[in-house]
């Protein structure tokens, strides 16, 4: 067996792994966002004969289209990437740049998507392919593969439960392990007091007659929020807008992938939650409310125009819940309290926060996770710090290694 890292080898992003063997499999294949266009993952040449996506995350799913080949994975995960890829021609397009396919390619990749459930095994040649729940978002997986020896490829993972989703649940052992590593280097605030300081800043806001800005990742993240909201029993009009109405919707259609059965639609029912039409956006911010909306990193997306109206509203707030990535415009507000909106620089003198709600493993939990599988090689990758974690793993006694984007034979 011989495994080709095309993406997120000492990088977040773009997501891509090829393994080598009678069939040639491949593991995700993502794109990362560049300030103008996108990256993809290396050019495949040999023949793809069956693509398994892990999750519904663009760095996981986004260059799928340029692969022609049946896809597996959950269902839910299908209705994501039509919801992604479609979102994301639509930004190309307005950019003035050619993602190198089309809706017609995203046609294809749906006719020839073959949804799977956990734990069941698929067989491509000599291959067993098995799915196991990941506990990042709804629908995630890892992947067990077993040919002449066991590999499993973590995709995106938390151990630890989220209000909307369980966490992953490994009972198996493996050979290889191909895991990310995100955090390697960070734990992750306790949970419970991080929401407590959230929803004192919320309330504050509020208590100023204020508009609370949630900039929020519409696939999981803006779920995780109303569910947070609803826990500590906000009462003031909530609205959720762009396209984390679509994501809500596609999450709320699978309520037996949530933690507690169903529990997304009876928060939003108990909290009144509204969805935004265009017109309404100047009119809700009138009065003192909360908007959820796109993008995470406010790099484009519906919130921007929020943004660009309340900015210089000293009773308003901006709450970021989730990583930044350094160079991105919701990085830059948190450094310098300026953003950049239409070409215009803008000093915000709305209050600006950053909370963490992951829904990926902290440090500890990679660590822990290593120990159950309790691997005879692995590999580190989708993280900054890949080459730190593999020593600190080799310092322990594992056989771990930092891969650069390229092919490796398993040597065991």
Not at 9 to 16: F, H, I, L, P
Not at 134 to 144: K, Q, R, Y
């Amino acid at each position: 067996m011989q495994i080709c890292f095309q993406g997120a080898a000492k990088e977040v992003g773009r997501s891509s792994i090829l393994i080598k063997g009678d069939k040639n499999i491949l593991l995700d294949h993502g794109l990362k966002p560049l300030p103008k266009g996108v990256e993809f993952p290396l050019p495949i040449k040999e023949k793809v004969d069956a693509a398994f996506i892990s999750h519904g995350h663009l760095d996981h799913l986004g260059a799928i289209p340029l692969i022609k080949t049946k896809t597996y994975g959950t269902e839910i995960t299908s209705h994501l990437i039509r919801l992604l890829l479609t979102d994301t021609i639509k930004i190309a397009k307005q950019d003035g740049y050619f993602l190198g396919f089309d809706e017609e390619d995203v046609k294809y990749v749906s006719k020839n998507y073959q949804p799977i459930d956990y734990n069941e095994e698929i067989e491509i040649g000599n291959t067993v392919i098995k799915p196991i729940d990941a506990g990042h978002i709804p629908g995630s997986c890892m992947f067990l593969i077993e040919n002449s020896l066991r590999l499993l490829y973590t995709g995106d993972f938390k151990l630890s439960d989220t209000r909307l989703v369980k966490g992953a649940d490994v009972k198996e052992e493996a050979d290889v392990l191909v895991m990310e590593s995100t955090y390697s280097d960070k734990e992750h605030p306790d949970r419970l007091k991080e929401e407590a300081k959230f929803i004192d800043f919320i309330n504050e806001t509020l208590d100023n007659d204020g508009v609370m800005l949630l900039p929020a990742f519409a696939i999981s993240r803006t779920q995780e929020i109303l569910l947070i909201l609803n826990e500590y029993g906000i009462k003031t009009p909530i609205f959720v807008d762009g396209m984390a109405t679509y994501a809500t919707e596609i999450i709320n259609a699978y309520p037996e992938l949530q933690k507690n059965y169903n529990s997304l639609k009876k928060a939003m029912q108990r909290l009144d939650i509204r969805y935004v039409e265009p017109p309404q956006r100047k009119k809700i911010i009138k009065e003192p409310c909360i908007i959820i909306a796109g993008s995470g990193m406010l790099e484009g997306g519906t919130m921007l125009e929020y943004v660009k109206r309340l900015h210089n509203k000293d009773n308003c707030s901006i709450a970021f819940t989730g990583f930044q990535v350094p160079g991105t415009a919701g990085y830059n507000l948190l450094k310098t309290g300026k953003i950049q909106i239409d070409g215009k620089e803008l000093r915000v003198q709305a209050s600006v926060k950053k909370f963490d709600f992951s829904s990926h493993a902290s440090r500890s939990e990679l660590f822990e996770l290593v120990k159950k599988v309790n691997p005879q090689k692995i590999f580190c990758i989708h993280g900054e710090k890949t080459e730190e974690f593999a020593n600190e793993l080799q310092e322990i006694g594992f056989n771990a290694f930092a891969p650069e984007n390229s092919c490796y034979d398993i040597d065991l």
